[in-house]
């Protein structure tokens, strides 16, 4: 699956623009600038794992040492599954708004022997930016590469707000708009630093500090 197309010469890995095959359009806000399923084994592939490896951010959500974590558009579970082996008493909740790719979630949980600590959460598509977690649910919450896929960021951070609990971290990591535009979204559509930063505070986060884990990436933890 997930085959490249040969006219692509300058492919960012997204589906932004990709009006081609398996692209997903989908329906509601937002469709068209999600990540489609069918170039899921990106997520996982060897490129990504030394530009983003997963350990340095999952050691930052791990020092908290958070018992329940929510994964906003958790995908194949890239940091949710590293989450649990660091953290052996932790459940993750991933949510996602693409079915096939919690089934991946819970395949590749199964084989790890973590079923009983992940749970799933299926967001409709055509009201996918309404967050339908409980209020004051988790420890920690994490968004990875995700961010600039939203259309209503004020509203949807409000509603992380809520659902972390007070003294909560919330670890907010995407493509940074100054880094290279080689790889990742077009740099028109990713979210500047200071814009997120002030809307992270705007949403009632009152500390939000910036770490430099990954070169082309920004990481803000919300606190
Ligand atoms: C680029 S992938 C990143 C996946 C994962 N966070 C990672 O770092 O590997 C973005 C994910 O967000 C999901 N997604 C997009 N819009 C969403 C929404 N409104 N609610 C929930 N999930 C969404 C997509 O289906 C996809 O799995």
């Given amino acids: 699956m997930a085959h490249e197309h040969g006219h692509h010469h300058h492919d960012h890995g997204h589906g932004h623009h990709d009006h081609g095959e398996g692209a997903d359009l989908g329906h509601g806000p937002g469709a068209g600038k999600r990540f489609p399923f069918h170039k899921m084994d990106r997520l996982d592939s060897a490129e990504r794992q030394a530009r983003q490896p ?24 890239y940091f949710a599954l590293p989450l649990l082996d660091a953290l052996p ?24 022997g973590v079923f009983d600590r992940v749970d799933t959460f299926e967001v409709p598509r055509d009201d996918a930016e309404r967050l339908p977690t409980p209020e004051d649910a988790f420890d920690a919450a994490i968004m990875v590469n995700f961010l600039h896929e939203l259309d ?26 100054e880094g290279d535009a080689e790889h990742g979204p077009p740099l028109e559509i990713r979210v500047p630093v200071d814009v997120a930063t002030a809307e992270l505070k705007a949403a009632g986060f009152e500390k939000v500090t910036r770490h430099d884990l990954y070169p082309n990436f920004f990481t803000l933890v919300c606190e």
């Fill in 152 to 177: 209503d960021r004020p509203g949807y951070l409000a509603g992380v707000r809520r659902t972390v609990k007070a003294g909560g971290r919330f670890v907010v990591c995407d493509w940074d708009a």
């Fill in 89 to 112: 008493g932790a459940k993750v909740t991933g949510l996602d708004v693409e079915p096939r790719m919690l089934g991946v979630l819970v395949g590749r949980a199964l084989e790890r």
């Fill in 54 to 77: 997963a350990d340095k951010l999952v050691e930052l959500v791990a020092e908290g040492r958070p018992e329940t974590i929510l994964d906003i558009g958790v995908g194949t579970g």
